[in-house]
């Protein structure tokens, strides 16, 4: 998108000269549809979230009743009233807290997830910056955001945020390494990291009926994209991995001393990160925004149509474990992470590499 | 700016370790408690827990209150078991008077009793899961007990403090249509302790949580004084309704499930919760039977003294409560008010050995070891 509003602004004659204007004017509007799609994202993510839960539990979730001030038809503006509440909220800033580093953190997670958005294709064309590393950028952007975690912790000056900054740092670093490896296999089988080449890649079709999606490609990749599923679940900090904010230990974790607005940016990046992962898991291994039918109802807005449904499918699933499972321990935590999610990626690197040897 | 605040809390040793206080407003404190711990990153190095943050005089209370009058402070210190506090201060005040109460009183205060019990140990069950993480159990937990606290409603009025278990009766007969209502509860409910266990208890992430966590040994149990299903969790066959049985529990059919060490050791956190479970299931058949043995007719107040004012002397009874070994210790100067009233508190005794058992366990263990205890803090403070 970038690129097409540099170019578009190039061809009009009378801004052509002023080079460096049109590329910060291009930037910012190839930015703000990515804040626009965030902010609804994490308002439907949140009340879907809410829903989800409450019919699992048997109860029903915000509804709206009667005549007068509610919350909508099945309180679908109960989101919408909680984002007005917390922006409105007042700003809290703890007496103890190291005040610049305390107001620094929300932005940097909020950067965070907003620069790896950037290079996060809806379709063929419709990304805010289309890299040819695409996929190795948004790994390294996505780990962006345990910057201000440890920081958030650190600067609130509060022992139950310290906690939760400790083991959110210990978390995703550690679970970066198995999500970036189990996508190996993706890279080896399309050749490329530019998102565009591997949904490419999976175009067609096998026995006539099956796409050509990674997940199907061979036995390995199963293992694979339930590899990067789980640790991309653990690198979001999702139940049952959500040992930073562990509400019935932590209190919330590094988000203890944060209130309103700046919680809500908290907020806005957790779904963000959300939709990432289960984004790029859907591009590496679920062929993207290629139709599930090979040949039938793809296109453009199609594309965009498929993504977004195989995302929100996973995110789904996401929401399906954090109402399920229980929480694991640090150290049982850590234990899966090294002794069983990279020697299990590593297996997989080598199992997809000796069997594209062999049956290519 | 800022207010220097002089931690009275440090401690005086090494800088590796760090105070931090749980509580007393902390979700997984179940009430208000304090627990001040001393931790080494996340390892736990001691606690110590600190409480009265709910005192609320009820022992000195009670003797400025006519005998009848203490039954709602009775109601108010296990608030989750109240039939089975009123119960057990009822006996007492009867074994004092040496009242005998009729047949059918009996029958509706075993069966309350035991509805209560199965209330409470929902509310341990599902608080317990959300103790580790889990969400889900805890909604479906209470949604069952729920249902009981609607028959309770029916029948005396009140869903959480009942003040119905008077001395030498009952405060209602039972409602027309509560027996059947309560045989529907009884059908409906017993499937749903198998979803319990689907869903929770042989979960893999919960049984990694709790399996070998916590584990209490039976000496340290018994030196502890730890009562209830604690103590059977931790393997020691031991409950009042069997041992020393009282009102009339000989007259059904059950078990006392102990622990096994199933899944770990023998009196880890995992039993404890199991040792729930199953009593879930033994309560279940005791008010079945009781509802199908209760005599239909007869008069509920036949055996209620005008007034209460028993003899000089002194009386301890003890009863089985859902949290264990509730003990009543009633001294009367033969005045319409006890000289003295003494309870002696099952959560409380389960409360003390909190640091023995949760030594080098970490932060979140510790919290799950608690959340085992099932402790309520009306009842630790009185």
Redesign the interface.
């Known amino acids: 998108m970038v690129d097409f509003y540099i170019n578009l602004f190039s061809s009009i004659e009378f801004i052509k000269s002023y080079q460096s204007s049109i590329f910060i004017i291009s930037v910012v509007l190839a930015g703000i549809p990515i804040f626009g799609f965030m902010a609804v994202n994490a308002l439907v993510a949140v009340y879907v979230e809410r829903k989800v839960s409450a019919f699992m539990q048997d109860r029903l979730g915000p509804m709206g009743h009667g005549v007068g001030l509610h919350a909508g038809k099945w309180g679908v503006l109960q989101t919408l009233a909680d984002a007005i509440k917390l922006l409105t909220k007042e700003d809290i800033i703890p007496d103890s807290a190291d005040k610049k580093l305390f107001l620094l953190a929300p932005c940097i997670i909020f950067i965070g997830s907003f620069v790896a958005f950037a290079g996060f294709p809806f379709n063929e064309f419709l990304v805010a910056a289309d890299f040819n590393l695409g996929l190795f950028y948004i790994l390294a952007m996505s780990s962006v955001g345990v910057i201000g975690i440890i920081l958030a912790g650190y600067s609130s000056n509060n022992k139950w945020s310290l906690y939760g900054s400790m083991r959110s740092a210990a978390q995703i670093v550690s679970y970066e390494i198995p999500a970036a490896l189990s996508l190996l296999p993706v890279v080896m089988l399309s050749g490329s990291l530019a998102f565009k080449d591997i949904v490419f890649a999976q175009t067609g079709s096998t026995l006539g009926i099956l796409p050509n999606w990674f997940i199907f490609n061979n036995p390995f990749m199963v293992v694979a994209f339930w590899l990067f599923f789980i640790a991309g679940v653990a690198e979001v900090n999702r139940t049952p991995f959500d040992l930073p904010e562990a509400e019935s230990e932590l209190v919330a974790g590094w988000m203890t001393e944060y209130s309103g607005m700046r919680w809500a940016f908290f907020f806005l990046a957790e779904y963000a990160n959300m939709f990432i992962v289960a984004g790029v898991a859907t591009i590496g291994f679920l062929g993207g925004w290629l139709s599930p039918i090979p040949g039938y109802f793809d296109g453009n807005i199609w594309g965009v149509f498929w993504l977004v449904s195989k995302t929100s499918f996973l995110i789904f699933v996401m929401m399906w474990f954090r109402w399920t499972f229980p929480r694991l321990r640090t150290d049982q935590l850590m234990r899966m992470c090294w002794k069983f999610f990279l020697p299990g990626s590593f297996f997989v690197i080598i199992g997809v590499g000796l069997w594209d040897l062999i049956m290519r | 700016?800022?207010?220097k605040i002089n931690n009275q809390n440090t401690h005086n040793s090494s800088d590796e370790e760090?105070v931090?206080n749980i509580g007393p407003q902390?979700?997984?404190t179940h009430g208000v408690l304090r627990l001040k711990t001393i931790t080494d990153g996340?390892i736990i190095k001691k606690i110590t827990p600190y409480i009265g943050y709910l005192h609320r005089c009820f022992e000195k209370h009670c003797e400025n209150l006519t005998y009848e009058q203490a039954i709602p402070f009775v109601d108010r210190c296990d608030y989750i078991g109240s039939m089975n506090n009123d119960f057990g201060y009822a006996i007492a005040v009867e074994k004092l008077m040496d009242i005998q109460v009729p047949e059918k009183v009996e029958y509706i205060r075993v069966i309350v009793a035991e509805m209560n019990r199965i209330a409470s140990h929902l509310l341990a069950v599902g608080v317990f899961?959300?103790?580790?993480?889990?969400?889900?159990p805890f909604?479906?937990c209470f949604?069952d007990r729920e249902r009981i606290l609607d028959l309770f409603e029916m029948l005396c009025g009140a869903r959480l403090l009942y003040n119905y278990i008077w001395v030498g009766g009952v405060s209602h007969d039972f409602p027309v249509g509560w027996v059947e209502k309560t045989y529907e509860f009884l059908d409906y409910f017993e499937p749903k302790i198998i979803e319990t266990n689907d869903?929770?208890t042989y979960?893999k992430?919960?049984i990694?949580?709790t399996a070998d966590v916590g584990v209490i040994p039976p000496e340290v149990a018994i030196s502890y004084g730890v009562t209830g299903p604690n103590l059977r969790g931790s393997g020691v066959k031991w409950d009042l309704r069997k041992n020393e049985t009282y009102s009339i529990y000989d007259k059904f059919d059950f078990d006392i499930p102990i622990g096994t060490g199933a899944m770990g050791t023998i009196g880890d956190c995992w039993d404890r919760y199991y040792v729930r479970i199953r009593e879930l299931e033994e309560s279940l058949k005791i008010v079945r039977q009781a509802l199908d043995q209760m005599p239909r007719q007869g008069d509920i107040y036949e055996s209620m003294p005008k007034k209460i004012r028993p003899n000089a002397g002194h009386i301890y009874s003890r009863t089985e409560s859902p949290r264990g070994d509730l003990g009543f210790y009633i001294e009367s100067d033969g005045s319409a008010t006890p000289s003295r009233l003494k309870l002696r508190s099952p959560a409380f005794t389960a409360l003390s050995c909190m640091d023995e058992i949760s030594k080098g366990w970490?932060?979140?263990?510790m919290?799950t070891i608690l959340g085992s205890l099932d402790i309520v803090l009306g009842e630790i403070d009185r």
């Open positions: 700016m800022g207010i760090m931090l902390h979700p997984s996340e899961g959300l103790d580790v993480g889990a969400v889900t909604v479906y949604r869903l929770l979960n992430i919960f990694e949580r970490m932060l979140a263990d919290l």
